[in-house]
T-cell receptor, first 111, second 110 residues
Framework: DTGVSQDPRHKITKRGQNVTFRCDPI?????LYWYRQTLGQGPEFLTY????????KSRLLSDRFSAERPKGSFSTLEIQRTEQGDSAMYLC?????????FGQGTRLTVV | ELKVEQNPLFLSMQEGKNYTIYCNYS?????LYWYRQDPGKSLESLFV?????AVKQEGRLMASLDTKARLSTLHITAAVHDLSATYFC??????????FGTGTSLTVIP
C-alpha cells in the first residue's frame, strides 16, 4: 500500500489555461475527497465521491471546476480557464470507513 | 454549515512545557480527527475520536472528545522541537466531508 498518490506535485500555468490533476486513492477505499488549501488556512472541501458517484459538491466548486471518478478508482480534477485566485494546494484524500488519508497534494500556481 | 474553531491560532512554547489546543465545533458530530501538517507538506493523521469521552494518546500528544460540549482538546506534554507544526482538527459530517478548523501553528523553542 503506497498511500494516496497525486500527480503532478507542482503545476505552473498561465491564466486562462486548463489544468487537470490526478489522484490515485488507497486501493479498496471507496470514498474520495478533493480539498483546496491556501496559505495559512485549513483545507476547504470541494467534492466527494463514493465509488464512482459524486455525492457532494461545495458551492466553492464553480462551473469551471469538474471532477470525475469514472471507474471508482482514480479521480481527476479539472480547472478550466484558470484564474489567479485558483492558486492553491489541491489535496486529495481517501477513506474506507472513517479516517481520511491525504495525498501529498498538487500545488497550482497561476501566473 | 458546520463551523470549526481552533484556539489559539498561534502558539509559541518552550521545550518541556505543557499546553492545550482547543477545538470547538458548531453542530452535533461524534467523529473528530486531529491532523498535523509540516510546512509545504500534506496532512498526517494523528488521532481519530469516534465517541463521547474518547481519549487517545501517542507519545507527548493526547486528544480527547466531549461531544456534549462540542469540544476536543489536544494536550501537549513536555514539548520538544520536533512537535513544531500546524495542527488541525476536523469534524466529520456524516462521512460526506470533513470540516477543518483554521489550524494552530505551534512553535517549540529551546
Amino acid at each position: 500500500d503506497t498511500g494516496v498518490s497525486q500527480d503532478p506535485r507542482h503545476k505552473i500555468t498561465k491564466r486562462g489555461q486548463n489544468v487537470t490533476f490526478r489522484c490515485d486513492p488507497i486501493s479498496e477505499h471507496n470514498r474520495l475527497y478533493w480539498y483546496r488549501q491556501t496559505l495559512g488556512q485549513g483545507p476547504e472541501f470541494l467534492t466527494y465521491f463514493q465509488n464512482e458517484a459524486q455525492l457532494e459538491k461545495s458551492r466553492l466548486l464553480s462551473d469551471r471546476f469538474s471532477a470525475e471518478r469514472p471507474k471508482g478508482s482514480f479521480s481527476t480534477l479539472e480547472i478550466q480557464r484558470t484564474e489567479q485566485g485558483d492558486s492553491a494546494m489541491y489535496l486529495c484524500a481517501s477513506s474506507q470507513l472513517t479516517e481520511a488519508f491525504f495525498g501529498q497534494g498538487t500545488r497550482l500556481t497561476v501566473v | 454549515e458546520l463551523k470549526v474553531e481552533q484556539n489559539p491560532l498561534f502558539l509559541s512554547m518552550q521545550e518541556g512545557k505543557n499546553y492545550t489546543i482547543y477545538c470547538n465545533y458548531s453542530t452535533t458530530s461524534d467523529r473528530l480527527y486531529w491532523y498535523r501538517q509540516d510546512p509545504g507538506k500534506s496532512l498526517e493523521s494523528l488521532f481519530v475520536l469516534l465517541s463521547n469521552g474518547a481519549v487517545k494518546q501517542e507519545g507527548r500528544l493526547m486528544a480527547s472528545l466531549d461531544t456534549k460540549a462540542r469540544l476536543s482538546t489536544l494536550h501537549i506534554t513536555a514539548a520538544v522541537h520536533d512537535l513544531s507544526a500546524t495542527y488541525f482538527c476536523a469534524v466529520d459530517s456524516a462521512g460526506n466531508q470533513f470540516y477543518f478548523g483554521t489550524g494552530t501553528s505551534l512553535t517549540v523553542i529551546p
